[in-house]
């Protein structure tokens, strides 16, 4: 019998000690992969045509900056050469070269110039951010996935689609507003006021808005419309969605 205790209380031993043994390689590798990566890091930048629109396909990171036409991004190495940058018929394009390796595009940080905008247009989970204003005579935002865009846009017209559970917030002010929502995502133009907003909310997405005359659409579903401002409200309503005041105002 003490024998067999004997065996029992080596082999538990061992056992433990294989245990913390792994614990600290998977540690030291973690560590030397995250080393490993940061010394890959590198930049590139690259001089474009003259463009008025920005079409985003990945989970890159993107910031919009006003100046002359030109990109610049840091990554790896082989993030850095994934990427295709590219301007036809006045719209840049950014997407990977590779459509396999679409997931590479996680951690790259891209950083884009541009002398004018009028339209911004993102597939995946990416994130666009444009803290300078924009101003333009007419705007449109589309996001299809689950990333962000963050704008500061003052136009005439700002037009914005979203399809998925993603994210559109604008700071500014337009005349009119065009929102278009389809699935659970959510729409904040509360700081964004406009005269006139036409919703069409398909879901049970939120829509945040400041307007100041009338508000018209449809809510389909159990969405929610909640505004600011002293606006008629003329939508037709199918479903649970509601349409209430801001009282966080």
Avoid: W
């Avoid at 067999?4 to 614990?23: D, E, Q």
């Avoid at 940058?85 to 940080?109: C, F, H, M, R, W």
């Avoid at 559970?165 to 700081?191: M, P, V, W």
């Amino acid at each position: 019998m003490k024998t067999s205790n004997k065996f029992l209380t080596s082999g538990l031993a061992l056992f433990l000690t294989m245990i913390l043994a792994g614990m600290i390689y998977a540690k030291k590798h973690i560590k030397l992969t995250a080393l490993d990566r940061n010394a890959a890091m590198t930049s590139d930048q690259k001089n474009l045509e003259p463009y008025h629109a920005i079409h985003v396909t990945g989970n890159y990171e993107v910031t919009l900056e006003p100046g002359n036409p030109h990109l610049s991004i840091e990554g790896t190495k082989e993030e850095v050469h994934n990427l295709l940058a590219e301007v036809k018929d006045g719209i840049l394009y950014l997407s990977p070269s590779n459509t396999n390796d679409n997931d590479l595009s996680s951690d790259q940080k891209i950083h884009v110039q541009y002398q004018s905008l009028d339209e911004i247009y993102l597939t995946g989970n990416g994130n666009i951010k444009a803290e300078n204003p924009i101003q333009t005579t007419g705007f449109e935002i589309n996001l299809i996935g689950n990333g962000d865009i963050n704008t500061h846009v003052i136009s005439d017209n700002i037009k914005v689609q979203l399809t998925g559970n993603g994210n559109i917030r604008n700071e500014g002010s337009s005349k009119t507003l065009a929102i278009n929502l389809l699935g659970n995502g959510d729409i904040d133009f509360k700081d964004s006021e406009t005269a006139e907003t036409k919703i069409n909310l398909t879901g049970q997405g939120d829509i945040r808005i400041h307007c100041t005359t009338k508000i018209t659409g449809n809510l389909t579903g159990n969405g929610r419309v909640i505004y600011s401002g002293e606006p008629v409200i003329q939508v037709d309503q199918i479903g649970n969605g509601e349409i209430e005041k801001d009282t966080e105002l």
